[in-house]
């Protein structure tokens, strides 16, 4: 069965310091991965996506980066933090091909101070 | 531009009685939208709930059904008779499932409660 991982559960940073979220997803190879933002009140915004290691692309500009150094890792950053950053991080992942069903992770919570 | 609307909340409804949430949409950049309905459980993560790719038809699952209008660019969820267990937050979402994306976008959800 697939399982999808993603640390820490929830951080509180500080303004200007820098952070790294990371997921994995075991039990199934090659799969295409995504990082969704959801701010407190707001919708679910897709941020980035890949479909294979080390390449990825960005969908809405936050001042954030993404990278894929494994198959099954997708890691979110960032080195200067804003207060905007705030809110709920989820890693998805799909298999290849056309209408392909997303999972989700359980969630980052994120407060930036 | 796309873009998800549906019912605003907190929805509350006394169990065994039914329910509607509302969905509707606008797919100006995508040529063959998707629509699903997605759902988060109390401490649960987000998990598909019900999907449909073509316009026209139903999707149904777990009591819920939803039909994907075209005309009324609508996708509203139903559930004949809610139980307590369905309160959760429900999030409509358009998708343009072309291969290499999987772009989703969302609505703002909908947190439903349901009184025993």
């Known amino acids: 069965a697939q399982t999808i991982h993603q640390w820490p559960v929830a951080e509180i940073k500080a303004v200007g310091s820098p952070l790294s979220l990371g997921c994995t997803i075991k039990?199934?190879?090659?799969?295409?991965l995504y990082w969704y933002w959801q701010a407190t009140g707001g919708t679910l915004q897709q941020l980035f996506y890949?479909?294979?290691?080390?390449?990825v692309e960005s969908v809405v500009q936050l001042n954030l980066s993404a990278s894929r150094p494994k198959d099954d890792q997708f890691i979110l950053s960032t080195e200067k933090l804003l207060l905007s950053h705030s809110g709920f991080y989820l890693c998805?992942?799909?298999?290849?091909?056309?209408?392909?069903?997303?999972?989700f992770g359980p969630g980052t919570r994120l407060t930036v101070l | 531009g796309d873009s998800v609307t549906q019912t605003e909340g907190p929805v509350t409804v006394s169990e065994s009685e039914s329910l509607i949430i509302n969905c509707t949409y606008s797919?100006?950049?995508?040529?063959?939208?998707?629509l699903f309905w997605y759902v988060r459980y109390p401490g649960e993560g987000l998990q598909l709930l019900l999907k449909?790719?073509?316009?026209?038809q139903k999707g149904s699952s777990r009591g819920f059904e939803a039909t994907y209008n075209k005309e009324t660019t609508s996708f509203h969820l139903q559930k004949a008779s809610v139980q307590e267990s369905d309160s959760a937050v429900y999030y409509c979402?358009?998708?343009?499932?072309?291969?290499?994306?999987?772009?989703?976008?969302f609505g703002q959800g909908t947190k439903l409660s349901i009184k025993p």
């Open positions: 797919a100006t950049s995508i040529a063959y939208p998707n």
């Open positions: 039990g199934k190879s090659s799969p295409n």
């Open positions: 449909v790719i073509t316009a026209g």
């Open positions: 979402a358009l998708g343009d499932m072309n291969y290499n994306q999987g772009k989703l976008i």
């Open positions: 998805a992942w799909s298999l290849q091909g056309a209408y392909a069903e997303q999972f």
């Open positions: 890949s479909i294979t290691v080390g390449q």
